[in-house]
């Protein structure tokens, strides 16, 4: 085992081995230091590299990110994508996402395994089951980190340390102090290394860290079911529900369903419980439960597996069977019916509003699921420049150190267009930065 590189990566997903292999084609030697006994992240549950296409696209959409950041993702996402290619790995043409992305469909798996060949082919390691205790430091550099591989202590040092954990999801205190105070009972939606190795890292050398209340990234599922593996982090999620109404316990719309699936997921964390009645009516049923998310996604009938997996659902014929919905769900269905009868008679002036459909749901019948929000990556996290250096409250970087992918912070605020883009377009920033 090599204890000394030019670049030292924690963690192997998207963000931190696209930042090896490009450190390693620009001739450097690279350690990769993985948790779990296998490369691959959350990248590897992923199927589309997608962003907003343009620089005033990414600003309507997502206003309160960090302005160099959110451009550079646009500016260097064309880039992101040859390099994907230059690795021999297809790329298809774009499809949108969304209501203003553009998306496109490769082999994750493919290209992170390509990455971990070329990073060793160039005379670099990628050591799995590595826990890194502590960053080392010379003064205020970063100069390396004490690590436990396979049972044995090792301290590697190099020129520059790259922290691409991939978030705290996984961590309960720490979503619970940065998200909500219900966050920690809300399932997790992602590799379940993620816990916030990275954040203490940066924290412990003077990191600042934010937007305080940036929220997360993920989706709504049926409330009560399990995963069962990682193929339901996408069957279970219900991302049609930017065309229904969605219900509290107090049998109010509380937010624009419209806005998208992963920003109601935010908006429901804030409720009583976390939870609420998602309603779709035959029209929503047929065009969108039943269809695909994005173009070249399988289509999943969510409403069919919620109820063959025994999950709180159920159909109701008209607005009147409201009234039959179980007591014991929490809900008044006759309230909620009138809500719905309300929501049709005002159209476009609805409020909350429903800014991109406002077609009424009056066609029985009425497709109903409980559902909670589960979390993939926060959104608040280590703060960087464009260059991917990670930096103090003051502003000033913190030589030696970078972060990349879902451990950054402040690129998406309260909004979202593709967590695979930041990751590829950072991790090739700090593979450059590393080596410049
Ligand atoms: C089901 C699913 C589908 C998705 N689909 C898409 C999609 O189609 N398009 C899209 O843009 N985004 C998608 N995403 C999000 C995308 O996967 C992430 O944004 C992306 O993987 C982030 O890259 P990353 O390198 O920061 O984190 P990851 O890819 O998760 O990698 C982080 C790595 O760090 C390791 N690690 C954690 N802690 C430590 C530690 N202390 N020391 C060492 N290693 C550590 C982890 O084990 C992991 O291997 C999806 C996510 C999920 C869960």
Redesign the pocket.
């Given at each position: 085992m090599d204890s000394t590189a030019d670049l030292l990566v924690?963690?192997?997903?998207?963000?931190?081995l696209t930042a090896a292999a490009r450190a390693t084609a620009n001739g450097a030697t690279v350690t990769v230091?993985?948790?779990?006994s296998a490369?691959?992240?959350?990248?590897q549950?992923?199927?589309?590299?997608?962003t907003a296409p343009t620089r005033e696209m990414m600003s309507e959409i997502n206003p309160h990110g960090d302005r160099a950041l959110r451009n550079a993702i646009v500016d260097d996402f064309a880039a992101g994508l040859d390099w994907i290619r230059g690795r021999g790995v297809e790329c298809a043409d774009g499809v949108p996402v969304l209501r203003y992305g553009i998306?496109h469909a490769f082999d994750t798996v493919q290209y992170l395994d390509a990455c971990v060949r070329e990073i060793k082919a160039g005379g670099g390691q990628v050591l799995t089951d590595?826990?890194?205790r502590s960053l080392v430091t010379d003064g205020d550099t970063v100069v390396g980190a004490d690590a436990v591989v396979g049972g044995e202590s090792v301290q590697f040092r190099a020129g520059t340390v790259l922290l691409?954990?991939?978030?705290f999801q996984a961590n309960h205190e720490l979503i619970d102090e940065h998200l909500h105070a219900n966050a920690s009972q809300l399932p997790l939606?992602?590799?379940p290394?993620?816990?916030g190795?990275?954040l203490r890292l940066a924290t412990s050398v003077g990191a600042d860290i934010g937007p305080r209340d940036a929220g997360f990234?993920g989706h709504l599922i049926p409330a009560g079911l399990k995963f069962r593996d990682?193929g339901d982090?996408?069957e279970l999620s219900l991302y049609y529900s930017e065309h229904a109404l969605l219900f509290n316990l107090g049998n109010k719309r509380f937010y624009d369903e419209t806005q998208g699936d992963h920003l109601t997921a935010n908006a429901l964390m804030e409720q009583p419980e976390s939870r609420g009645l998602l309603v779709a009516d035959a029209r929503v049923y047929e065009e969108f439960i039943c269809g695909s998310y994005v173009e070249g996604a399988v289509a999943v009938d969510k409403y069919s597996e919620t109820a063959k997996r025994g999950g709180r659902c159920g159909i109701a014929a008209t607005l009147e069977d409201f009234e039959y919905l179980p007591e014991e769900w929490g809900y008044d269905g006759a309230a909620i019916a009138e809500e719905i009868r309300k929501v049709n008679a005002a159209g476009q002036k609805v409020f909350p509003p429903r800014e991109y459909d406002f077609d009424p749901l009056d066609r029985g019948p009425y497709y109903i699921i409980e559902t909670t929000p589960a979390v993939?990556?926060p959104l608040v996290g280590i703060r960087i420049d464009e260059n991917a250096s990670v930096l103090r409250a003051d502003g000033s970087p913190i030589p030696g150190l970078l972060a990349?992918?879902?451990?950054v912070g402040g690129i998406y605020r309260r909004a979202y267009a593709?967590?695979?883009?930041?990751?590829l377009v950072f991790?090739l920033r700090a593979g450059d930065s590393a080596t410049r």
């Open positions: 924690i963690g192997a997903g998207m963000a931190g230091l993985e948790k779990g490369t691959g992240g959350s990248a549950f992923a199927g589309y590299a997608w998306g590595a826990e890194v691409a954990t991939g978030g939606r992602s590799n290394h993620s816990d190795g990275g990234y990682s982090f996408v993939t990556f990349a992918g879902s451990d593709g967590g695979i883009s930041a990751a991790g």
